[in-house]
């Protein structure tokens, strides 16, 4: 499956970006999707993940009751909705697919991906 992320940019503390991740490949909905950032000088980390059928989310503690994720599988395309975003937001934004559609605690961990998007810029000022 090819990956294709968008919708990063520079936004002020307090506000709001969607990113959108576009699918081709195969049938989206066999993927479980997760989205991960990396902040310069750190390693990549978990930001939330959403299973094949759209059912079943999990997100990271810093990032839970501010994002959201959600996909469209008659679109072939995974979203993260980011709302009062804060300057430790700041990062690249990967979007992920692992090879099976069903959560579990293996989408918290960067490995556990097979396929990555090439990544998109957010950047929260002060």
């Known amino acids: 499956v090819q990956l294709q992320a968008s919708g990063g940019g520079l936004v002020q503390a307090g506000g709001s970006l969607r990113l959108s991740c576009a699918a081709s490949?195969?049938?989206?909905?066999?993927?479980?999707m997760g989205w991960l950032r990396q902040a310069p000088g750190t390693e990549r980390d978990f930001v939330a993940a959403i299973s094949g059928n759209g059912v079943s989310t999990k997100y990271a503690d810093s990032v839970k009751g501010r994002f959201t994720i959600s996909r469209d599988n008659a679109k072939n395309t995974v979203y993260l909705q980011m709302n009062n975003l804060e300057p430790e937001d700041t990062a690249v934004y990967y979007c992920a697919a692992d090879d099976s559609w069903y959560y579990s605690s293996r989408l918290t961990t960067t490995r556990s991906y097979s396929y990555w998007g090439q990544g998109t810029q957010v950047t929260v000022s002060s």
């Open positions: 490949g195969r049938t989206f909905s066999s993927y479980a």
